[in-house]
């Protein structure tokens, strides 16, 4: 079965630090990865998704991540870090054919001054 | 365009009593989930629909659950009887195509509270 684990419930930065959220994937085969935001009592917001094109792919508010099929990771990352960008982030996979997300636990960012 | 749209927002509730959830879809999405996040995890699958079709329901708890989407459109997600455990988030999202790598849109959700 596929499962998404998400190393680190919390993280940490300051204001124009990296961000780097881990996420790693258990698949038979190369699925379909994302990264959601979820600001408080809102739902989730699709940052970008992995479908099998470019492995670095690039999502709003200056997110990005990598595909590494050989470390079955999905990281996300953002060069300089901003007060707004503090909300809890998702990573899922869905199988190719499926329409079923299955989502890490998250990762709650916190970004002070 | 309007989003997914959930209601209500907010439902407190006494175990035991019933309680129904409420969601609108994105106009022309076939795909329809529902979503229970607990507190400090991610969402977890409990139904999707295509359409009027229910097509993954195993993680649904059938004997206090039931959900239903008539006409492929609005759907409604039921609890009777509700129990403590059941506090939660629940979410609601619809997508446009099959083949899962497609954008699910998301509703802002239903906190529940069962005391």
Redesign the interface.
């Known amino acids: 079965a596929q499962s998404?684990t998400q190393l680190g419930?919390h993280v940490s930065v300051s204001e124009g630090a990296l961000v780097l959220l881990r996420c790693n994937y258990s698949s038979s085969v190369p699925?379909?990865l994302?990264w959601?935001v979820q600001y408080p009592?809102?739902?989730?917001?699709?940052l970008l998704?992995y479908?099998s094109a470019a492995t670095l792919v690039k999502g709003i508010n200056g997110f990005e991540a990598e595909f590494k099929k050989s470390e079955t990771s999905f990281h996300l990352t953002k060069p300089s870090a901003h007060m707004s960008d503090a909300a809890e982030y998702?990573c899922?996979v869905?199988?190719?054919?499926?329409?079923?997300?299955?989502?890490?636990?998250?990762t709650r960012l916190a970004v002070h001054p | 365009e309007a989003g997914v749209v959930q209601s209500p927002r907010y439902k407190i509730i006494e175990k035991k009593q019933p309680v129904a959830f409420w969601c609108n879809p994105i106009s022309g999405h076939n795909t329809l989930y529902w979503y229970r996040q607990n507190l400090g995890q991610g969402p977890e699958l409990l139904i999707r629909y295509e359409n009027e079709e229910a097509v993954d329901d195993s993680q649904l708890p059938k004997d206090r659950f039931s959900a239903e989407r008539l006409k492929g459109v609005d759907s409604t997600l039921k609890i009777q009887p509700a129990e403590l455990g059941d506090s939660a988030v629940y979410l609601c999202a619809s997508s446009l195509a099959q083949g899962g790598n497609t954008e699910a849109f998301f509703g802002q959700g239903t906190r529940l509270t069962v005391v």
Request: charged share 15%; glycine share 14%; no cysteine.
């Open positions: 998404v419930s699925p379909y994302f959601y009592n809102q739902g989730l917001q699709l998704k479908t998702f899922a869905s199988d190719k054919g499926r329409n079923k997300l299955i989502f890490g636990a998250g």
